[in-house]
């Protein structure tokens, strides 16, 4: 635990860290089920929370496409979705974009 070496010995150590610490939060978002199980899940509950989407992104012409989020992905991840969505500049795009991706990987 000393000083380093060399800068190109401290340079390697934090470009190592750096990709370690991407890997992980790239596994961590992965990483748990976002496929629904319909079995457990009413059609009122899904209309229900499609109509929430359509109101928080100000979108009621996309709620045939909200309705099959929520049919289709877990309220954990729409949820986080959400929250993640509007920390970008155009919410409503950004979070129609990942859904779409998501809905064609659990397919």
């Not at 635990?1 to 790239?26: A, H």
């Not at 795009?93 to 064609?104: E, I, P, S």
């Amino acid at each position: 635990m000393g000083k380093p070496e060399s800068l190109k010995s401290c340079i390697e150590y934090n470009i190592q860290y750096r990709k370690r610490s991407k890997r992980t939060f790239q596994y961590s978002i992965n990483s748990y089920n976002t496929k629904r199980n319909r079995k457990e899940y009413s059609d009122a509950a899904a209309q229900q929370r499609a109509a929430y989407l359509a109101d928080k992104f100000h979108n009621p012409s996309g709620l045939r496409f909200y309705l099959k989020v929520a049919w289709n992905l877990t309220d954990q991840y729409i949820d986080w979705l959400v929250a993640y969505a509007f920390r970008k500049k155009d919410p409503s795009r950004y979070f129609v974009a990942v859904a779409a991706r998501k809905l064609l990987e659990n397919n």
